[in-house]
């Protein structure tokens, strides 16, 4: 069967022991109300893992067994279901281990995790206004606040932002998921860093690309209207330098004096050229 982010983060909170009974029953219940099919009465999923989880937390195991069902020419994944599976209790929100009990069941039942290559989203399709009902008062009740919406006909409960989605899934005990979102959000981070800190020195590059072409060209000005031997000698040095080094950076420029000299000192000589430069049509 084909991995992700959202079935490896499934299979691993099914394969997570739960061992407090009351737990065990909110669990139970969470399944049956999110997970069966209210026509059949029987619990449906496409992950096995989930299956052996929602039978062994039976009470009476007994002509109930997990049956294999294969998938449709369209949808070839096969889906595992348990018959007649207990209908959920009714009863108001307990406390708080049995409420995240039933978001796990819930995220179990029927949430998918989208894959970050593709943004951060995690949604609930539940199986009916009931179910979608409940789904939102547990969220609130645990101070998260998910949107709803309708999508082909279906009520849907989603979160967005990896912020909001790691605090559900650390909520459900879903840690393997928090970590992977976490290392990949750093990746991205890093990842962005580096095309800002690229982007940063290549627009440098072109600045001090376009400012050392508009001082050759000052420089060039003043070689045929002025003349360069009539220059003070530091003067004369750098636009000499300048006109033979034209694409060094000014530091690099006063390495090459002599005797060498400082990235301001090279700046104050090249803008007095300039300066010239723009002084010499009215002279």
Not at 106 to 125: D, N, Q, T, W
Request: aromatic fraction near 4%.
């Amino acid at each position: 069967m084909a991995s992700s982010l959202s079935a490896d983060a499934k299979d691993a909170l099914a394969r997570t022991p739960v061992t407090s009974e009351h737990c065990r029953a909110a669990l139970r219940a969470g399944l049956a109300r999110f997970g069966v099919d209210a026509r059949s009465g029987a619990f449906r999923t496409q992950r096995p893992a989930i299956a052996r989880l929602a039978w062994s937390l039976l009470d009476d195991r007994k002509g109930r067994p997990i049956r294999k069902v294969a998938g449709t020419r369209l949808q070839r994944v096969p889906t595992y279901e348990i018959a007649a599976f207990p209908p959920p209790p009714a009863r108001k929100l307990a406390a708080r281990c049995d409420r995240r009990m039933e978001l796990r069941a819930a995220f179990l039942a029927c949430g998918s995790l989208a894959s970050p290559a593709r943004g951060y989203h995690l949604e609930f399709v539940p199986p009916d206004d009931a179910a979608r009902e409940r789904l939102l008062a547990l969220f609130r009740a645990e101070g998260m606040q998910p949107k709803s919406a309708a999508r082909a006909g279906r009520s849907i409960v989603y979160l967005k932002g990896v912020d909001a989605i790691t605090e559900v899934l650390a909520a459900i005990g879903a840690s393997h998921a928090v970590f992977a979102l976490e290392d990949l959000r750093a990746l991205k981070e890093t990842k962005n860093r580096i095309h800002r800190l690229v982007n940063t020195e290549a627009a440098n590059v072109d600045r001090a690309m376009s400012a050392a072409a508009a001082q050759r060209e000052a420089i060039a000005l003043v070689a045929d209207a002025y003349g360069l031997g009539r220059l003070t000698p530091p003067l004369r040095e750098v636009a000499e330098l300048r006109l033979a080094h034209p694409t060094e950076t000014l530091a690099e420029l006063g390495r090459r004096c002599r005797p060498p000299v400082g990235k301001s000192t090279v700046n104050s000589r090249v803008s007095s050229l300039v300066r010239l430069a723009r002084r010499l049509p009215n002279m």
